[in-house]
């Protein structure tokens, strides 16, 4: 049984079942960034930790065209942690809060035996949301940034070994600028944080769409979890502004295939308890 | 070091401070509910976890005259949980929804050693938002309902008995209607979850005032948390008024003290860590 699929399934309604939910002129995120499970207390400062927590939410209103606003902060630290301890966690929010122009607005913090960080992202719609269930028959389908550095710095970390801190792993670089700009003729979106394979089927699922790959990829590509690049789909009429768009705001994209009817299921294994 | 404090004084600014925060016309409160920080899993039901976590979020928007309206869901739950467990906790989720008409629209599930539920939830303001900041001197301070059967519930659980499933340690019972009836004629008010003592402390904080104590409460009045009442002020010439809306909703109300000017300090033990 997939635990998460399944617990969504309980609260099935047409809010849920993207990277936010949109009311009105508001989206909400909501992502859980937790001690074990997301990362282990010596592969991360507590800075890094914290930055990295509020990015990848940040992250969620942006592929949706809105912009992150405000943020509710649920924090759970040992018993044993320090006011510096404390200090460097919110620092490290603080970092990506000031980056992204959002306020911490509340939250609540209490004792756990390990770290974790529940953050909600508030964000404001510039223009029109942008769904996973928008991906039309022969759109181009895109990402942004290169694959596959997030899942190789994960796997020197389980090797024991150390990465850079400029490893996507530590570091997701949200391609903001980009995607704002490009979005009026952008069709589909999401991020790609379970890996280009298992988010693109999410992605075709949501629409009911197949896939044809136009270019090939490498399993680091298809597989690397947690790169935060954007994938995003376009009509083929708005190639040519994409492509400026990308050039303007120096952020490399990479057309990989063209959505048709069907159905698509990737071979990548599922990372969900 | 009251580490809570702490990490909202890493945060500060004018939104915090607050059972909720106020955003134009919404609400923001997020609530943290833990296995082992706020319950044992042998002390309720699955369900009755569901149910609680969710009205102790719903509580704090009440009391900032909001409507219940929306919730984000983190929920972490051990590895073995079995799907029956998760349609429990949903269940009690699922009810409380209803119950106050609130939408889950968006969330998170993980997989963690105990259980944890982190909510968000979001309220439409109906009219003005009432701040724990607005106690005005010579305001009657009062509380609803009855105070000290949470504490004597957990007491119970602490020396291996059981309680009712109606003790309110179990079911919170908000009061919603004589609240958002009588909330044209209330200056100040906040949900007593730490206990009377401390909450009456946050209050006169927020409205830099003091208290006059007119009716002589006992230790389990004073002390109880997670109640779960509302702790709420008004200006005497609106007793009357007052009195009329607590009879008309069958809401019990208890007048217990005048604001002064000055300070006040509850010798109430802190609970926090």
């Known amino acids: 049984m997939d635990k998460e699929a399944f617990a969504i399934s309980c609260f099935n309604n047409e809010f849920i079942g993207d990277d936010g939910a949109v009311v009105g002129n508001f989206v909400y995120a909501k992502d859980l960034f937790v001690e074990g499970t997301h990362f282990l207390k010596h592969w991360l400062s507590l800075e890094q930790i914290g930055y990295k927590s509020m990015t990848v939410n940040i992250s969620d209103i942006i592929v949706m065209n809105a912009l992150p606003k405000y943020a509710l902060l649920g924090l759970g630290i040992p018993k044993n942690t320090s006011s510096d301890d404390i200090k460097s966690i919110s620092n490290g929010i603080n970092i990506a809060c000031k980056e992204y122009g959002v306020k911490i607005i509340g939250g609540d913090?209490?004792?756990?035996?390990?770290?974790?960080?529940?953050?909600?992202?508030?964000?404001?719609?510039?223009?029109?949301?942008?769904?996973?269930k928008n991906l039309q028959t022969n759109d181009f389908l895109a990402f942004t940034g290169s694959l596959g550095d997030s899942l190789k710095g994960l796997r020197a970390l389980l090797n024991k070994g150390s990465i850079s801190k400029k490893s996507r792993f530590v570091k997701p670089?949200?391609?903001?600028?980009?995607?704002?700009?490009?979005?009026?003729?952008?069709?589909?979106s999401m991020d790609i944080s379970d890996g280009l394979g298992l988010d693109l089927e999410k992605l075709c699922l949501a629409s009911r769409k197949g896939v044809k790959f136009i270019k090939k990829l490498n399993t680091l590509q298809i597989k690397s979890g947690e790169e935060?690049?954007?994938?995003?789909?376009?009509?083929?009429?708005?190639?040519?502004?994409?492509?400026?768009?990308?050039?303007?705001?120096?952020?490399?994209?990479?057309?990989?295939?063209?959505?048709?009817?069907?159905?698509?299921?990737?071979?990548a294994r599922k990372h969900h308890f």
Chains 1, 2 share one sequence.
């Not at 913090?109 to 996973?132: H, M, Q, V």
């Open 109 to 132: 913090t209490i004792a756990s035996d390990k770290i974790f960080i529940s953050l909600t992202l508030i964000g404001e719609l510039k223009n029109k949301p942008i769904f996973r």
């Open 173 to 188: 670089m949200l391609k903001d600028k980009f995607f704002y700009k490009a979005s009026k003729f952008i069709n589909s």
């Open 228 to 267: 935060y690049e954007i994938l995003f789909s376009f009509s083929a009429k708005n190639l040519k502004k994409i492509r400026q768009i990308s050039k303007q705001t120096r952020t490399k994209i990479t057309i990989f295939a063209k959505a048709t009817k069907g159905r698509y299921k990737s071979n």
